[in-house]
């Protein structure tokens, strides 16, 4: 009777003890609108499998989808979310062209990356490829003005200033600037730094009263005070700095029409 007890007791333990039940361990398959909703809200891209007879084109779709239980596909998975495209709304809604298509689209619904696939190597592959696409990424301040640009063509459409100093709160502000949901903005955007001194002559020429202050201008604007056309004070994290610079985009192409 003991020996009985001792057996249980030992196989509960393993029970509690175990890394992870076998249901932790895949990949968490979700429908197309709550994974664009999930997408908004955390900045994960979402990953589209089309696995689907619905499509003539495409290599046969006959147990791929296992390899998404696979090593290097589970390694990724907290990256990612995920979704089964085998209905026809989901085709149309992220229109599939062909079996085995594996598309992979950003926050705003931009496109990052379609490929079709055929092996779990091809998988991890484009998940690793996403992933570099779609990172942070380490902004080059200037210092000093910038020059005027001269028109929109050059792709630089505004200026964001930053008042900052060596605080936390001036810190993470860079990083949500830097974010991999703001990234795809830089290349629309000439960064400049400025150093936060308080009553010091820069400071009092742009009206700051604290740090991180940004102040964001039309690049084909001279630079100073009284080109600036929007500014926040405001603690933002990735999601709210990606929507301020956005609007405030929006406002500089709209006036350039």
């Known amino acids: 009777m003991?020996?009985?007890?001792?057996v249980a007791a030992a196989l509960f333990t393993l029970i509690l003890v175990r890394p992870g039940t076998a249901d932790e361990e895949q990949v968490k398959w979700i429908k197309w609108e709550e994974a664009r909703a999930r997408s908004v809200a955390t900045g994960k891209p979402v990953l589209v499998f089309c696995i689907t007879d619905?499509?003539?084109e495409g290599p046969a779709t006959k147990g791929l989808d296992r390899v998404f239980t696979t090593e290097p596909i589970r390694l990724q998975r907290d990256d990612f979310l995920f979704?089964?495209?085998?209905?026809?709304t989901t085709v149309r809604a992220v229109k599939a062209t062909s079996k085995c298509e594996l598309i992979v689209f950003d926050p705003d619904g931009d496109e990052l990356l379609r490929t079709v696939v055929?092996?779990?190597a091809e998988v991890a592959a484009a998940m690793k490829e996403t992933t570099a696409r779609y990172s942070s990424k380490a902004i080059q301040w200037n210092v000093?003005?910038?020059?005027?640009?001269s028109g929109p063509s050059d792709g630089?459409?505004?200026?964001?200033?930053?008042?900052?100093?060596?605080s936390d709160e001036v810190g993470a502000a860079v990083r949500s600037l830097e974010d991999r949901r703001v990234a795809k903005l830089h290349s629309k955007c000439v960064f400049v730094r400025m150093e936060y001194?308080?009553?010091?002559?820069?400071?009092?020429?742009?009206?700051?009263?604290s740090a991180p202050t940004l102040l964001v201008l039309d690049s084909v604007k001279d630079f100073g005070p009284k080109s600036v056309i929007e500014r926040s004070s405001e603690r933002k994290n990735p999601k709210e700095m990606k929507a301020f610079l956005a609007r405030v985009l929006g406002v500089i192409e709209k006036s350039r029409r």
């Open 83 to 88: 979704v089964k495209c085998s209905d026809m």
């Open 54 to 56: 619905l499509l003539a």
């Open 118 to 120: 055929k092996s779990s």
């Open 2 to 6: 003991r020996m009985r007890m001792r």
């Open 197 to 209: 001194r308080k009553d010091s002559p820069e400071v009092k020429a742009w009206n700051v009263i």
């Open 144 to 149: 000093n003005a910038p020059p005027v640009q």
């Open 156 to 166: 630089k459409q505004m200026v964001v200033v930053l008042f900052g100093n060596d």
